[in-house]
């Protein structure tokens, strides 16, 4: 297992974030999805409908996934899940930035929206999960 | 014919979308004593890997994939028609997939597999609500419900069902099929009964079961 997987942990995320989240899940997804199309880097990729389509379906499954495996204190299922859709999104030529986007929009959304159950935790776990994937992404690019 | 053979033949006309050469194919290896098993484990399920793989890497589109699954799915319905088993065990077995989950073919696989081993099947595929698989299972009285879950979004909704189950149908047996993750495993661990790692795994294991 990549010692990553190891190292990330959900274990100080509250269950009352947690249920905060889940209840403010679809005004997430939604800020999630403007924050990919707003970025320059990704600007080109999206421009075409598949890719936009594809691009809005992994906001909705990686949002899915990510309260699943927070709620369920599974962090090497959601690396699982992240290192499969990384295959899957380069072999449909989708820049190695696209995942790092999709964590930081995540992120941002969660402090705008999380406000008051207290988004710090769930956003540290982002900030970490965004760090491993721009390591990845170097790997990648290396 | 070594079934390495029978497999890139299969796979062949599965990508030509030859679907009459895929159903005359599977006739012919029945005649020649082909096993439902090896059909199965060898040939089936090894091609839909494959399409699921090609898919996956972009060297093929969603048309073809969901081709390639319709082909089997005839399949699995012409051998649930035509199949003999040889015993009758006297146990029922409910097979679908667990809530949420959208992905059928594992189930249909293990319905027809566990048919043949002498249970009797009650499959109700996917797309049913918690309430309505514990209803179900009220009123079919199963000894074994088999579930088949890929997608780790179903997790929340699977154990909501496991706990009613447990609460209402204590003796159910409960098999799950699909979950590699150690830990996603140890999450239903108090809930189910076995973990089924392959479909002949699932068959043994509903066996012991039993």
Redesign the interface.
């Known amino acids: 297992m990549d010692p990553s997987a190891e190292t990330l942990s959900f274990s100080s995320i509250a269950a009352a974030d947690i249920e905060a989240f889940a209840r403010q899940k679809e005004k997430i997804v939604t800020a999630v999805t403007d924050h990919l199309f707003r970025c320059d880097v990704l600007a080109s990729t999206l421009a075409d409908t598949e890719k936009a389509r594809l691009a809005r379906e992994c906001v909705k499954?990686f949002t899915?996934?990510f309260?699943?495996?927070v709620?369920?204190?599974?962090p090497?299922?959601?690396i699982?899940?992240l290192d499969?859709l990384r295959?899957?999104l380069r072999?449909?030529e989708f820049p190695a930035a696209f995942i790092p986007q999709m964590i930081s929009g995540m992120r941002n959304a969660v402090h705008a929206f999380l406000e008051d159950a207290g988004s710090d935790d769930i956003c540290a776990a982002l900030r970490r999960l965004r760090a491993r994937e721009l390591g990845q992404a170097r790997e990648v690019g290396a | 014919m070594i079934i390495q053979e029978q497999l890139r033949l299969f796979v062949e006309s599965l990508r030509a979308g030859d679907r009459r050469r895929c159903f005359m194919l599977v006739r012919e290896w029945e005649q020649q004593g082909l096993p439902n098993e090896l059909l199965y484990n060898d040939i089936l399920i090894p091609a839909l890997v494959q399409f699921g793989d090609h898919w996956?890497?972009?060297?093929q589109g969603i048309v073809e994939e969901h081709v390639a699954s319709q082909v089997v799915r005839q399949i699995l319905a012409y051998k649930a028609v035509t199949m003999e088993p040889e015993a009758t065990l006297g146990r029922t077995a409910m097979v679908g997939c667990v809530p949420d989950e959208h992905h059928d073919l594992a189930s249909l696989f293990m319905a027809n597999a566990l048919e043949e081993a002498g249970w009797r099947v009650v499959h109700y595929g996917s797309s049913v609500p918690v309430h309505d698989i514990v209803q179900a299972v009220g009123h079919y009285k199963p000894d074994l419900l088999c579930l088949t879950m890929k997608s780790?979004?179903c997790?929340?909704a699977t154990?909501q069902l496991l706990e009613q189950l447990r609460a209402t149908h204590a003796g159910v047996k409960v098999m799950i099929g699909g979950i590699s993750?150690p830990?996603?495993r140890s999450?239903l661990a108090p809930h189910v009964d076995v973990f089924a790692d392959s479909l002949t795994h699932g068959v043994q294991a509903a066996g012991d079961l039993a």
Not at chain 1, 71 to 74: D, T
């Open positions: 499954i899915e996934n309260l699943a495996t709620k369920y204190q599974l090497a299922a959601l699982e899940y499969w295959g899957f072999s449909r | 996956e890497k972009n060297e780790l979004s997790l929340d154990l993750q830990s996603m999450i």
